[in-house]
């Protein structure tokens, strides 16, 4: 090889998997497919508060079609895969940017969100993985008997043991601080134009869709523990 073709391939620019910018734009858009799933899940559980028969009967309704419905299960395992494997990717070339920690760490203008987005990523991973143990698989279900097609009695009887519940809703506390930095950072990542005020107001939208997305979820458990839901 001559010596001109070293110096073209040395300093070709990078695929679009294997630059900064295509690993950012990768979590952007499975992202967008994790959030706009979490918004539809949540809509079809709040359907618990309208009775046995309407929440079996939206669950009944998801298994309508399983070819769709395994079509839909795949988009979002490799979203979540693609998704995990690029923020691995990015942490591992900021901790190799810089292989000397700083002596002295002073968050300036991080969030809580942004600081605690790699480590509450790996837990709610698992939060994930044990709810489709418990309501989908069944193989955990403490304190009752599982029944196959009676989700509105599985999820009660699921959420009426404490400590269920109360893992569940510290993991959605931390999928809320992971959704509040992950809707921002995919705005970013979509390339949006913003100015110092334009960022404010982006900030605290993708903290309210939080909130709002959150308290949601959390009402369920926290009915079935007061017997609102019974």
């Excluded at 959030?35 to 309508?64: D, E, K, M, Q, V």
């Excluded at 991973?125 to 698989?137: C, K, P, R």
């Excluded at 999820?155 to 931390?174: E, M, P, T």
Aim: charged fraction near 10%; aromatic fraction near 14%.
């Amino acid at each position: 090889m001559s010596t001109s073709a070293v110096a073209v391939s040395k300093h070709r620019a990078p695929g679009f998997w294997q630059s900064t910018n295509g690993k950012k734009i990768v979590m952007a858009v499975t992202g967008c497919i994790l959030i706009l799933f979490i918004i539809g899940h949540l809509l079809g559980n709040l359907l618990i508060y309208a009775g046995p028969a309407r929440y079996n009967a939206y669950a009944a309704f998801l298994h309508f079609d399983d070819t769709l419905l395994w079509i839909i299960r795949s988009v979002l395992i490799v979203s979540v895969v693609l998704h995990i494997e690029a923020a691995a990717q990015l942490w591992l070339r900021n901790k190799r940017a810089r292989p000397v920690n700083y002596s002295r760490k002073e968050a300036i203008r991080s969030s809580y969100a942004s600081r605690t987005m790699y480590w509450s990523g790996p837990i709610v991973l698992a939060f994930v993985i044990f709810h489709l143990l418990e309501f989908t698989g069944g193989f955990i279900h403490p304190g009752s008997r599982f029944i196959a097609g009676d989700v509105y009695h599985n999820v009660v009887a699921g959420f009426s043991v404490w400590w269920i519940s109360a893992w569940y809703i510290f993991s959605l506390c931390l999928l809320g601080l992971h959704l509040r930095h992950g809707l921002w950072s995919m705005l970013q990542s979509f390339g949006i134009p913003h100015s110092r005020a334009r960022e404010v107001v982006l900030k605290r939208l993708a903290l309210w869709i939080a909130v709002v997305l959150i308290a949601g979820y959390i009402s369920i458990p926290i009915s079935v523990l007061t017997g609102l839901v019974k």
